[in-house]
């Protein structure tokens, strides 16, 4: 039996009350163990406001909820967001590059999410507004869910990946089980990967498997509203229970700005429609 690796916790539990900048979740690549990807979430009061500098990364600032006036170096907007829930609609968003230092004004009380990774400043500021997220229904019946395609590829970044996932309650998502963790493209490419999660109704919970094929790392975790979940490799499959409706944001972030996935063989028959059966 393979010997299972050390890891840090895949999950990253908020804190119950905001610090002083209203920060409730901050992941690094170095409290991650890995190289390329950050995350973090503030909460912040109506009027409260948010100042940071970008340093040396690119950065993705996620509306999950509420409304706010953002300034981004040069750039600035008087109104970023509308939606209250993440269950209302694609998000506003705000791309920032590297270097350049944010005020952000809550209009609203305001949940953001800051999805950082490195980045060489080859992009100007830009605001994604709803009717620039491409929206995508995949699968069907247990597996369909809505996609909200906030920085894919096709779209101007150095680095980041950022796209939202609702999952209604008894179904799964990000399925068939697939990976990213093995630099091979264009077959498969190498990505770092958190699950930001928000749960309807909020003391539901949604189950995600981590697993390698060697057995190397193979965790089932319940997972709460307002929780994060690392995934530094392997499969990772989620799942809606009955009663849950399930929103997660998911930033990706590695070597080459590409999403290749690998399937897990053992359910590889799901997308043709049929599985070997003993």
Known sequence: MAKRKHLPDLIVKSRPTPDETGCVVNVTPETAGWAYVGFAVYR?????TLRYDTADRE????????????????AAW????ER??????????????PRTAVHLEALTDVEVAVCTAPGRGTHPPRRIGPDDVAVEVRGEGVTE????????ETAPADSLLVVEVLTPAGHWSSWPPHKHDRHDPPRETALEETYYYKIRPQQGFAIQRVYTADGALDATLTVRDG????????????????????????VMAGPVRQWRIRFDPDYEGLLEGSMPRE
């Open 44 to 48: 912040l009061a109506e009027g409260q």
């Open 59 to 74: 950065a993705c600032l996620v509306f999950v909820a509420g409304r706010a006036a953002v300034r981004a170096g040069d």
């Open 78 to 81: 008087p109104e970023v967001g």
């Open 84 to 97: 209250m829930s993440p269950f209302d609609g694609p998000p506003h968003a705000v791309y920032v590059p």
């Open 145 to 152: 869910r809505r996609i909200h395609h906030i920085l894919p």
């Open 227 to 250: 929780e994060t979940v690392l995934v530094p490799c392997g499969y990772h499959p989620v799942a809606a229970p009955p009663g849950s409706d399930v929103y997660y944001l998911n």
